[in-house]
């Protein structure tokens, strides 16, 4: 398995499977020349089968820390550390940015979200509800 940054439209296009809706080139364009937005896919023989992405966020009384926005496996490749090494690699370019701490909202029924969180070094401290708002 070889990990990458994504730098470019056509190889996010290339990932759509691993994505909830299809890839909208417009989009794809801004989130990757916004600051501080970040996707890094996994392959396996040139072929996309994983991605992670995060959003640094930065506030005057707290510093910068990243958000982990998304996480998807295609399904044969679950299970094989494929999700943990995509979380370190987004923790290591925390690390890099100067990032104090990272966080992923979870559903709390979602045990294989959470087993793979956990095993990649991450705590579930028990006191985060995530209150949302449908702009859509």
């Given at each position: 398995?070889e990990i990458r940054?994504?730098?470019?439209?056509?190889?996010?296009?290339?990932?759509?499977?691993?994505?909830?809706?299809?890839?909208?080139?417009?989009?794809a364009e801004r989130?990757?020349t916004?600051?501080?937005?970040?996707?890094?896919?996994?392959?396996e023989q040139?072929?996309?089968v994983?991605?992670v992405s995060?959003?640094?966020?930065v506030?005057?009384d707290?510093?910068?820390?990243m958000?982990?926005y998304?996480?998807?496996v295609?399904e044969?490749f679950?299970?094989r550390?494929t999700?943990?090494?995509?979380?370190?690699t987004?923790?290591?370019l925390?690390?890099?940015?100067?990032?104090?701490?990272?966080?992923?909202g979870?559903d709390?029924?979602?045990d294989?979200?959470l087993?793979?969180?956990?095993?990649?070094?991450?705590?579930?401290d028990?006191?985060c509800t995530?209150?949302?708002?449908d702009?859509?």
């Amino acid at each position: 398995m070889e990990i990458r940054r994504a730098t470019t439209v056509d190889e996010l296009s290339a990932a759509e499977h691993l994505f909830d809706n299809p890839v909208r080139p417009e989009w794809a364009e801004r989130f990757l020349t916004t600051a501080g937005h970040h996707l890094f896919l996994a392959y396996e023989q040139d072929a996309p089968v994983g991605f992670v992405s995060g959003v640094e966020t930065v506030h005057p009384d707290k510093g910068t820390e990243m958000f982990l926005y998304e996480l998807a496996v295609a399904e044969p490749f679950r299970r094989r550390g494929t999700g943990r090494a995509l979380i370190r690699t987004l923790a290591a370019l925390a690390r890099e940015h100067g990032c104090y701490g990272m966080w992923v909202g979870v559903d709390t029924g979602n045990d294989v979200a959470l087993a793979t969180y956990r095993s990649a070094g991450g705590k579930d401290d028990g006191t985060c509800t995530v209150v949302t708002w449908d702009f859509g």
